[in-house]
T-cell receptor, first 116, second 116 residues
Framework: AQKVTQAQTEISVVEKEDVTLDCVYE???????LFWYKQPPSGELVFLIR??????QNEISGRYSWNFQKSTSSFNFTITASQVVDSAVYFC?????????????FGSGTKLNVKP | GAVVSQHPSRVICKSGTSVKIECRSL??????MFWYRQFPKQSLMLMAT?????????EQGVEKDKFLINHASLTLSTLTVTSAHPEDSSFYIC????????????FGEGSWLTVV
């Protein structure tokens, strides 16, 4: 069964601090996708990144970086020099990759509060 | 880029009435769409998989007679909450998978349902 765990329910940081959001997943599939989404108060899901299970390269996009480690089934997300606009709920998700379906299994989300 | 539109974005209905939420892919066709529900401060949970031209597949614990899903065309799936009750108040979000693209999925902006 697929499962995504985000152990951090809520994190508060002061602007300019670095913050890492943890994500641990479980799956028996050998091929799968991992995602991070940002959900502002308005509710829509803002896509941040997708990673397939065969690509363990870490990625950096501006202030955002992701660390994918299959050995520990983790896909952590780091925001460098956080800003108030980063305040939101962040979801890590796992998607099936077989067949033609893309069911998503979401973690419980981490609410990030960035204070000025 | 591809857009998935949901309508209405917010709806308030009286207890006992039915309400329909539309999920429309604006510039691509989707044989498969997914409906998720998110209760306040909780994660997104998959409710059902909507298949064009056939019956939806519901996740365990989701009442198919209460949450009617119709996917009558390649660009539209509808979710009807029948005999709504206050406990059905939630954020409903759909996702759509473009035909022929096994690697991409798009989320709608979500619909806030309040049952009073």
């Amino acid at each position: 069964a697929q499962k995504v765990t985000q152990a951090q329910t809520e994190i508060s940081v002061v602007e300019k601090e670095d913050v890492t959001l943890d994500c641990v997943y479980e799956t028996r599939d050998t091929t799968y996708y991992l995602f991070w989404y940002k959900q502002p108060p308005s509710g829509e899901l803002v896509f941040l990144i997708r990673r397939n299970s065969f690509d363990e390269q870490n990625e950096i996009s501006g202030r955002y970086s992701w660390n994918f480690q299959k050995s520990t089934s983790s896909f952590n997300f780091t925001i460098t020099a956080s800003q108030v606009v980063d305040s939101a709920v962040y979801f890590c998700a796992l998607s099936e990759a077989y067949g033609n379906f893309n069911k998503f299994y979401f973690g419980s989300g981490t609410k990030l509060n960035v204070k000025p | 880029g591809a857009v998935v539109s949901q309508h209405p974005s917010r709806v308030i209905c009286k207890s006992g009435t039915s309400v329909k939420i539309e999920c429309r892919s604006l510039d691509f066709q989707a044989t498969t769409m997914f409906w998720y529900r998110q209760f306040p401060k909780q994660s997104l949970m998959l409710m059902a998989t909507s298949n064009e031209g056939s019956k939806a597949t519901y996740e365990q614990g989701v009442e198919k007679d209460k949450f009617l899903i119709n996917h009558a065309s390649l660009t539209l799936s509808t979710l009807t909450v029948t005999s709504a009750h206050p406990e059905d108040s939630s954020f409903y979000i759909c996702s759509a998978k473009p035909v022929g693209d096994i690697n991409t999925i798009y989320f709608g902006e979500g619909s806030w349902l309040t049952v009073v």
